[in-house]
């Protein structure tokens, strides 16, 4: 069966929507994994504060020592840290914000990671559901209202006033779809849930974040026990038990990502669970109280759930109730609970809990922290026991019905799991929801295959806000890859998170890609880690001279990649309509093993022209393109072209003639030297050869006689000078060229240059030319003749903000000269390498790119072979993107000082 096929036998009635990412902090619980094993070790996660703790918040002696102060709660570590870089906030501006807005932010963030979806660059239409607690943060400004226009007064009152948590994070995260904050009291969250599922159904938007957030401040404070009033004497919360007194305020912050099932199986989103049905409603005024539940509202909102998610009670093998663990809320939950469910032998148990035994009632938070936990029951199959439950409260008549309370975690094994969720808002507002498991036939159905447009081998790529930050992930990647395929935790990576931080990690998938993560998170360098900070500065491209070419250079090019094979037809189609054979075997020589031909100048010096302006079109049709240009000898004309001052079609013919011509001055040969000028050029000029190249500030090259060239390389070998002789067949630069100078002045005066906006840095001068400098008629026969400035082009560059150099060429000899004189300048990356393939250079490249910051679409151009992750396997990376520091320590004092 397909998916649609699948789809309508599962669910024929019903609009499921999937649960494809989630993301929490409670307190000791710094994620999902932490609070999904605090849940089913039945943990309580409170604490009592020391008199000292306490006093130094402020509370006073006298509450202090009046016996109903009770001295515990629940803390949220580091509530106060952001990044407030990451997030585009200056710190000043940060430290206005309520730490709940801030947190419910990152949280955010970090729900759409766990979903798979980049922060900030997420491609559908996501709404924004949230919820949050009333401001009590210490550190904000007072708002005055006669000053509520000023900047600062205005930015603390957005900070701070619960109606922007939800705006804000369509801002920060760029999202489209509807944008709201709900306020239904305690069952805030959960209605807003609701809400983004009814969103997704309606078609307002295609993806939805939800959840809530509720940390008060000071966090070390305790409370007054009031008789008759929610909390506990004792500070113990105690669902469902005949003990049970009440709650306690707790602190915490989650967020769930939803999406319609049917889109997320196409996508082959990871999907924990699925939503089937939800319902809210009011008691409206059939209660005792405002304040006061109601037994018929609370009745018809769940019974309205398990009608729209088409389930019968029978199903429903979990409940996660409101359980405030007061004798009049538990009993009027249940009596709502038995008035819908089957009685006793008419169908299975259902186990009942209450997240507030663990850690107290979250408020505003409370109904995502109760969704979440039956996400997490649901998905893994483990029913988590009802904390602090000794024996049932017998006002609940548990045993008239189906329900019981866990002591102890359960395994829960059945193929279709079920669980609801209900949360009740003081003032009446009520909601239940329904959550299942995802059928396995529907687990197992494969997504739709993507097309790979990228090289064979897996890549992964990390960035994040800071080195330190940087190191983390890395950490947290070095473990996802010991429990995962590697080509799934790469493809999570390039698709599902944000690649656009300036600190920046690229890494092959390979035996050694765990082990390479793992020392660079120590802060060891690996061989296998390509690794930057910041942008790229200004892009250059480099383009090759002869000796750089090799038999067959261009063949898996032109497999690789349809624009370098275009252009490189383009190059060869100048020369079929007038010398077909010339064509033919230009082409041998670029395409075929046989060196003959790249011996004669003739082909060698077109060959590299050609196959540097294919190289050029290569990276364009990639997204890249140069902000400078620059070439070496021969390369030159290649960089003209590709900076846009001449055409393909004028230059190649030259470029044919100018090897010609010089395959005519026979007997010549080149040195490359390894010292000073003042060294070197007085041996030079009394053997009578030239200075063809200053290669760097210790690297020439000299040119002439072939004799002569031999006779240096031994006087400079008797003086302590290390010196090689270049691979090319004739003598470049020197005076042995000026019989053919007036011949290849009179074929290139007629070359006319156009206007380019692209710098074109000659190494004629060492510094950038013009449209009008190039149409001088002699300025191509002085490039012939004179010495190539080209460390002068590259200082001139990298003084005119270069930070990158991109090699064209079929070899990397530029890009070596550049790593040796200036190797802290910039980044130097060579696209190509003697006898190597594309697909491993073209890999390669693209990693060095990415680590020096470029600005490319990397999901594409390094698609990889795997799929998404299941959630559960990558909780612990989503915490790792952003550096959190604390922000401004203020004095936190208590409310009742």
């Avoid at 009814?198 to 007054?224: D, K």
């Avoid at 109730?321 to 004798?327: K, L, S």
Wanted: glycine share 10%; proline share 6%.
């Amino acid at each position: 069966m397909n998916i649609e096929e699948l789809l309508n036998q599962y669910y024929p009635d019903v609009e499921p929507i999937a649960v494809i990412g989630y993301a929490c902090r409670f307190p000791e619980a710094e994620d999902s994994n932490a609070y999904w094993a605090n849940l089913v070790a039945g943990r309580e996660c409170n604490r009592r504060f020391s008199r000292q703790e306490l006093l130094d918040v402020g509370v006073p002696l006298a509450i202090l020592d009046d016996p109903a102060y009770v001295p515990r709660g629940t803390v949220l570590k580091d509530a106060d840290a952001f990044d407030a870089d990451l997030f585009g906030y200056s710190r000043q501006e940060a430290e206005l914000i309520d730490p709940q807005q801030r947190l419910f932010l990152q949280i955010a963030w970090h729900a759409l990671e766990h979903a798979g979806y980049a922060p900030r660059a997420v491609p559908h239409k996501t709404g924004v559901f949230s919820a949050a607690r009333i401001s009590t943060y210490p550190g904000r400004e007072a708002i005055n209202l006669a000053e509520v226009a000023h900047v600062r007064s205005l930015q603390s009152l957005m900070g701070n006033d619960k109606d922007y948590v939800a705006t804000r994070v369509a801002y920060k995260l760029d999202v489209h779809g509807p944008a709201v904050t709900v306020q239904t009291a305690c069952s805030s969250s959960l209605v807003a849930t609701h809400m983004a599922c009814e969103s997704l159904r309606a078609g307002e938007c295609n993806m939805a974040i939800a959840g809530g957030v509720a940390v008060s401040f000071p966090q070390v404070s305790g409370y007054l026990y009031q008789q008759g009033m929610i909390f506990s004497p004792d500070g113990h919360c105690r669902p469902f038990d005949a003990q049970a007194q009440g709650t306690y305020s707790g602190n915490g912050v989650a967020a769930v990502v939803l999406r319609r099932l049917s889109d997320a199986l196409r996508d082959g989103d990871p999907v924990a669970a699925v939503v089937l049905g939800s319902a809210i409603n009011n008691d409206g005024g059939h209660k005792v109280g405002y304040t006061a539940p109601s037994v018929s509202g609370q009745c018809e909102a769940i019974a309205g759930a398990l009608s729209l998610a088409g389930v019968r009670s029978q199903r429903i093998g979990m409940i996660e109730a409101h359980g405030t663990a007061t004798p009049l809320g538990d009993s009027i939950e249940l009596q709502a609970l038995h008035r819908v469910f089957h009685t006793l032998g008419q169908g299975p148990a259902c186990a009942l809990g209450s997240v507030k035994g663990n850690m107290g009632h979250l408020d505003t938070a409370a109904g995502i922290a109760g969704f979440l936990k039956a996400v997490l029951a649901v998905e893994h199959g483990v029913i988590p026991p009802c904390v602090n439950f000794s024996q049932a409260n017998p006002e609940l008549h548990l045993n008239d019905g189906p329900f019981y309370v866990p002591a102890s975690a359960r395994p829960w094994d059945t193929a279709a799991r079920t669980a609801g969720v209900s949360s009740f808002g003081i003032g009446g507002t009520n909601c239940h929801m329904v959550v299942a498991s995802l059928p396995r036939e529907l687990q197992c159905h494969p997504g739709p295959g993507e097309e790979k447009n990228g090289p064979v081998e897996d890549v992964l790529l990390l960035s994040a806000n800071s080195k330190g930050a940087l190191q983390r992930l890395a950490g947290a990647y070095v473990q996802a890859l010991r429990k995962l395929p590697a080509a799934d935790v790469a493809y999570t990576a390039l698709h599902g998170r944000l690649l656009d931080l300036p600190c920046r990690l690229a890494v092959p998938v390979c035996d050694e890609t765990a082990d390479a993560l793992e020392a660079f998170a120590q802060g060891e360098d690996d061989i296998l880690i390509q690794s930057g900070h910041g942008a790229t500065g200004k892009r250059v491209w480099l383009f090759t001279g002869q000796g750089a070419q090799w038999p067959g250079m261009a063949l898996t090019w032109c497999v690789h990649s349809p624009a370098f094979a275009d252009c490189l037809e383009r190059c060869l189609a100048v020369f079929a309509a007038t010398d077909r054979d010339f064509s033919e075997g230009l082409r041998k020589a670029l395409m075929e093993p046989e060196p003959t031909l790249l011996h004669r100048m003739e082909y060698a010096q077109p060959a590299i022209v050609a196959f540097e302006l294919a190289m050029a079109a290569h990276w364009r049709a990639l997204g890249l393109a140069p902000d400078m240009v620059l070439g070496h000898s021969v390369g030159e004309f290649a960089a003209a072209v590709a900076a846009g001052y001449y055409s393909h079609e004028y230059i190649m013919p030259l470029v044919r003639l100018r090897g010609a011509l010089m395959d005519r001055c026979s007997g010549g040969a080149m040195l490359s030297v390894f010292s000073g000028e003042a060294e070197a050029l007085p041996i030079a000029l009394r053997l009578g050869l030239d200075l063809a190249a200053y290669n760097g500030e210790r690297h020439l090259v000299f040119s002439g006689e072939r004799e002569c060239v031999a006779k240096m390389a031994v006087a400079l070998e008797e003086t302590g000078i290390r010196s090689n002789p270049l691979t090319v067949t004739g003598a470049a630069h020197s005076r042995m060229l000026d019989p053919i100078l007036d011949e290849f002045q009179q074929a290139t005066a007629t070359l006319l240059a156009r206007d380019s906006s692209i710098t074109f840095i000659s190494g004629l001068t060492g510094e950038a030319v013009d449209a009008e400098q190039l149409n001088a008629p002699d300025f191509w026969q002085r490039h012939m003749r004179s010495p190539v400035r080209f460390i002068q082009c590259l200082r001139k560059a990298v003084e005119s903000g270069a930070g990158l150099f991109l090699e064209m060429g079929p070899d990397m000899p530029l890009t070596g000269i550049g790593q040796r004189e200036l190797p802290g300048a910039a980044h130097w990356i060579a696209c190509a390498k003697r006898n190597q393939s594309a697909s491993r250079q073209i890999q390669q490249a693209l990693m060095r790119l990415y680590a020096a910051g470029a600005d490319l679409p990397w999901p594409s151009l390094l698609s990889g072979s795997g799929r998404k992750c299941m959630p559960r396997f990558i909780r612990s990376i989503c915490n790792a993107t952003g550096a959190k520091r604390p922000l401004r320590r203020w004095t936190s004092r208590c409310a009742w000082q």
